[in-house]
């Protein structure tokens, strides 16, 4: 099965800062990738696929890049309303995998 | 609005076993491939299974194989997880989840339910 290997586990930084949380696949996985956002204490929600392509509704300051293995979500600038877990999620076969998470806090 | 609502969750004892619902409502349920995913407390997602909108594809995960199985009921408009020898390690929030692709599927999910959460403890 493919891994996906998410860095860092957590993070703090302060408001207005760029964040970059970073998943790598264990072997390539073309753009298959999503991104998800879970608040504490509720229900995921889908933030980016295919990589790189926003979801309808979500502020432009997210951004994602990357293909083959390598991946990345940006937050251009860090608002408190982004303190959550961040998760990155393969999906070009199944079974279909996520990274460890990154928790996101607000120095 | 689109909205999945599950029910079912509960304490059960280990090797019993326990079904899951998810009740779609605000869409064509009918013409979506359906998900469940599962966290366990204070832990990451795990997927667990995929049926597609017609069912007449399913898969679930190796953790969950000949344990737990997919379904579901297009004319109730619901989606269905039948899990059984449960284990102290499925303890877990079980979450319907929609894959956005209309008459098709993609494999990640734009839609999710608030949750159950089985206890499988003696």
């Known amino acids: 099965d493919i891994q996906m290997t998410q860095s860092p586990s957590s993070l703090s930084a302060s408001v207005g800062d760029r964040v970059t949380i970073t998943c790598r696949a264990s072997?390539?996985?073309?753009?298959?990738v999503a991104w998800y956002q879970q608040k504490p204490g509720k229900v995921p929600k889908l933030l980016m696929y295919?990589?790189?392509t926003l979801q309808s509704g979500v502020p432009s300051r997210f951004s994602g890049r990357g293909s083959g293995t390598d991946f990345t979500l940006t937050i251009s600038s860090l608002q408190p309303e982004d303190v959550a877990t961040y998760y990155c999620q393969k999906y070009n076969s199944l079974p279909l995998t996520f990274g460890g998470g990154t928790k996101v806090e607000i120095k | 609005q689109e909205q999945l609502v599950e029910s079912g969750g509960g304490v059960v004892q280990p090797g019993r076993s326990l079904r899951l619902s998810c009740a779609a409502s605000?869409?064509?349920?009918?013409?979506?491939?359906m998900h469940w995913v599962r966290q366990a407390p204070g832990k990451g997602l795990e997927w667990v299974a995929v049926i597609s909108y017609d069912g007449s594809q399913i898969h679930h995960a190796d953790s969950v194989k000949g344990r737990f199985t997919i379904s579901r009921d297009n004319s109730k408009n619901t989606l269905y997880l039948q899990m059984d020898n449960l284990r102290a390690e499925d303890t877990a929030v079980f979450y319907c989840a929609r894959d956005p692709i209309y008459y098709g599927w993609d494999d990640y999910f734009d839609l999710w339910g608030q949750g159950t959460l089985v206890t499988v403890s003696s």
């Open positions: 072997q390539g996985i073309r753009n298959s």
């Open positions: 295919a990589a790189s």
């Open positions: 605000g869409f064509t349920f009918s013409a979506y491939a």
